[in-house]
């Protein structure tokens, strides 16, 4: 039986070849139809699939639905720059990741990627989509131009790797703000995922691949069975897919990961002593180096003295020029010392036996994808075709993270283990907890050596030699042999789409839609150390049988007895119990869950019935939407306690977020078919949305846009473009849980400052009832306040401007270019402050109208704050983002006399501007992203395939600009705010300036490091598919041909360099077979 789908005329044998094929329709037309009742028809063979040749299946009047409008055109011109890309295209190599392969596109950053997912605990596996670097909270994902069901419990964030490879047509990505088209968060623009429709037949498609050194194995198999019945007039189509992408331990790269070896890292190799005000001597003050651990901890303990008195008096502690020496804790619990020169200013040093950090973890998380969808419609009349869209995935995902470590220098001499920076130093009754001189673990030789070296430091302090007054030590232990942190994922998605669509009349459809997602997501954290277990364990004591027990079991108190406690050994790597680990560690667990109720029904109508303007009739679209979204966050009540090694785990149950919208379009073709006016449109759309509490206070909100479109002559078309768009804050930004913290606060309200701010800030202190004589100095203890969610929050909103041209010459058919300028501007950016600055940016304001003063509770009478919360600190509305850059996109395809076919394609970014402004003290002053790791100036991808008969041969071709090092503030004069001081940094003070103005200075360092940049990235990959008969096509290919490697130190799995490969050079083959 031969496969068929009515979208493109062609089996899914040809279009299972992919990058082969290169898809002529997305390389012809700067946006698709999409409409999927449109079948793309090449007539002349020309390579250009457009509406003159497109009029099978085609709806009502051969109107086609483009990305970034409801509104039927008679033609594939859109108003907004739309990026096509055709499945075929961009499932061309072998990383079974569709996020990943849209990473890859030049408009898109890797925010969340394959490799950088683990930076979070629960957050491994994810893909979500961050257009123009401007945050994943600002990418609206659709799926058939419908929303999409978040991957994340309180917002709104899609996993695209929920998204069936086998049912994916192409995919459109929309520039420029799209919330009067879409709704909230279409900020940045949107990414719409267009499914296939009216698949018939059966067919089979598989794929394996690994890496040249034999790792990352990845390997998909997918099965689609569909029928048309009732003549066509009806279809259903089950696919399943199931995709596994293998973990890639830091071991097995360890020239990346610094696994055993050591990391790479810049070190301060410069004495600095001759910077100068300029911070430059023009010798760079850091160097690249390979092999560095940490001095300081070990994997099997480190006992760090206090290097105070010099070698004189601590000859065991100090060497001859006043360095630490560290004394390390062997495998065979024997203590030694190890004398290592630091790099100044930090505790790295090349060699010894210090921790690498890097042995433990992943590089790749192990991925298991199951996704099953069922599509299917059927035409009951030309009024009345309802369809269903339903799916089910389950993304089974494992990483793992650096394990616990103990910081033992929090508990002063004498010591206390300590973990993680939470510093559990102490019991309930504030006493240390000691790693004893008496612990029966210790060696003899240790223990008279620890004794030795504490001994000396108390001679420093004044007291006699053997005073016997140390009782015992603290270590800094690296624990690998407590066990890696595991994250295992289970994260189910349940998506349904219930609606029905018809002509009401010759140039009139409806569509009306019901819209049902669910997720849920099951976290397993293991290894997860506690501290009160610990401290129970590291009590080790002999009891009157001379066995090894916990001390809260033989001492006087038989409340705190534990029958489970086993005592630790944490001498030497490799010593601990594996019963004693399994004691002291724990299971964190989060139950995640969300749901989202969408229903959505427009109207598209024109006015060909009543008049018609000079270039045709007025359309127009009218429709509502009704959305709300619910979350929630369990975890288990030993995580949310707070007293483990990982962050602790909150409770998150908001309220539900319902949110009512009225939309519409209209559309003026004002001229068409004239000289100098080959076309003539303008367009508009505008939404309302009324948010409900859930929401915090976005209230009534506005989106709206305004388009242009200009033809003088076939070969070129220009267009333009204005949105305002809006953000909603997300549950999560309002109700994530609120603890109590005490903070002493700044008060501009005291009357010694209440005049040495602006004129304002008397009046705002008066207006907030703070009485005259008001003495904060009177308070001298600390204040409480919240920090979580903020319920006060209001929307986001860009402003986003778009000019371009297409050219499409007739003199060289097949030949498309598109040029597209875009500019956008996110203002009351939601992010959050500190307690301080919220106080004096509420009262330094115009006025108490500001979101700084919503997060203050009212104040006492006497002018005090409030004693149960001050303020809350978290979230606020205040910053501001900026993008602007132009976008290429050159096409060009030809079929030769044989049949040949040439296809080519290069899309490209120049990024023009990047900035954020995030100083809530100083909101004018930018903080330019450009050209930082992870946002290069430019960025391209070069696709080109030739096809000869059966055979295809293809060739991909993806660059990354140079990125700075050490950030754009230190190699460039930027802006930034005058000192108080009125001296310009950096300069021999002339020019002054005046305080709080913005002023250019110097380059913060401009000889931090002897390269400034992360050099050039070229990644290239070839393809060879072959059509071996009309039913079974082969595929082989290879990825990261010349085995570019991560620049320098990075690691190809942190946030920004997530932008960089670290597998190295891939294999892969493929096939898929028809029935």
Known sequence: MRTTFATNGKGRLLAGAGFAALSMAAFASPALAQDADAECIDADDNGVCDADETTEAAPAGGMIVVSGSRIARPNLDSPVPVTSVDAGELLNDGALSLGDALNDLPSLRSTFSTSNSQRFIGTTGLNILDLRGLGTSRTLTLVNSRRHITA??????????????????????????????????????????????????????????????????????????????????????????????????????????????????????????????????????????KGLKLDFISDGATLSPFCIFGAA?????????????????????????????NFPGTSNVVGGTGSDFGTVGTLIPNIERYNFNVLAHFDVSEAFRPYVELKYARIEAKGSGTPSFINGICGGLGGAVGLGGRNPCYDADNTPVFLSFDNPFLSQQARELAEAIQDELLVGFGFPANSGAATGFTVNRNNNDFGPRNDELKRQTYRAVIGVEGDISSNTRYDLSFNYGRFTSDLRATNNLVFSRLRNAVDARLDGAGNIVC??????????????????NL??????????????????????????????????????????????????????????????????????SGVTFFNAFDGFFPPALEVIEAFGELEFPLLANLPFAEELTISGAGRVSDYNSGAGQTGTVYAYNGNLIYSPVPDIRFRANYSRAVRAPTLSDLFAAQTQNFVFLTDPCDDDTINQGPSSRLTNCRADGVPVGYDADAITSSSAILQGGNERLEAETSDSYTIGVVVEPSFVPGLTLSVDYYDITVESVIATVGANSIL????????????????????????????????????????RLEAEGID?????????????????????????KRTNFLDVDNPDVPNVVRGELGDPEWAANFNASYRRGDVTLAYSMRFLDKQYISGYEANNPFTAACPTNGIIPRTEGLPTCTPGDLITVP????????????????????????????????????????????????TGSGGGSGIYDNIGRYFYAGFTAEF
Not at 316 to 339: K, T, V
């Open 152 to 289: 994340s419990a309180g917002d709104f964030q899609v996993d695209v790797n929920t998204i069936p490879f086998e049912l994916l047509e192409r995919v459109d990505v929309v520039t420029g703000g799209s919330s009067a088209v879409y709704g909230s968060d279409a900020i940045a623009g949107v990414v719409n995922f267009i499914l296939k429709r009216d698949f018939d037949g059966f067919e089979v498609s598989g794929q394996a691949g690994t890496s040249e050194r034999g790792d990352n194995g990845r390997y998909s198999i997918s099965a689609a069975l569909g029928k048309n019945f009732a003549d066509g007039r009806g279809n259903i189509a089950v696919v399943g897919e199931y995709s596994q992408i293998a973990r890639v331990l830091n071991t097995q790269r360890p020239e990346i990961s610094g696994a055993f070896i050591g990391f790479e890292g810049f070190v301060r190799t410069d004495d600095l002593t001759d910077e100068g005000i300029t911070n430059s001597d023009g010798i760079p003050d850091l160097s690249l180096q």
């Open 313 to 341: 008096v601590q000859p065991l502690s100090c060497d001859a020029d006043g360095n630490g020496i560290q004394y390390r804790f062997g495998p065979d619990g024997r203590l030694f010392g190890e004398d290592n020169q």
């Open 551 to 568: 001390g809260i079991n033989i001492d006087a108190d038989t409340t705190n007895d534990d029958a489970a406690c086993v005592p630790i």
């Open 571 to 640: 001498f030497g790597e490799g010593a601990p119990d594996p019963a004693a680990v399994a004691y002291i560690n724990s299971i964190a667990e989060l139950n995640d869950k969300a749901e989202q109720y969408n229903v959505l029904g427009y109207i598209n109508t024109d006015s060909s019935g009543l008049f018609e303007l000079p270039g045709g009739p007025i359309r127009a679209v009218a429709g509502f939407e009704y959305r709300k979204e619910t979350a929630s966050q369990v975890p288990d009540e030993l995580s949310a």
């Open 840 to 879: 004096a940016n509420c009262y330094d304001a115009t006025d108490l109208n500001n979101s700084f003063c919503r997060q203050i509770n009212p104040r006492n009478p006497d002018g005090t704050f409030n004693t149960s919360a001050a303020l809350i600190t978290g979230p606020v509305n205040f910053a």
């Open 888 to 912: 290429f996109d050159l096409r060009y395809s030809k079929t030769f006399d044989n049949d040949d076919r040439l296809s080519l394609r290069l899309i490209a970014t120049h990024v023009l």
């Open 1003 to 1050: 380059a913060t360092n401009p000889d931090a490091t002897a390269e400034i940049f992360y050099g050039e990235r070229f990644y290239h990959a070839l393809r060879m598919d072959w059509n071996v008969n009309n039913e079974f096509l082969f595929y082989a290919g290879v990825d990261n041909l010349t085995n570019a490697q991560p620049p320098l130190q990075l």
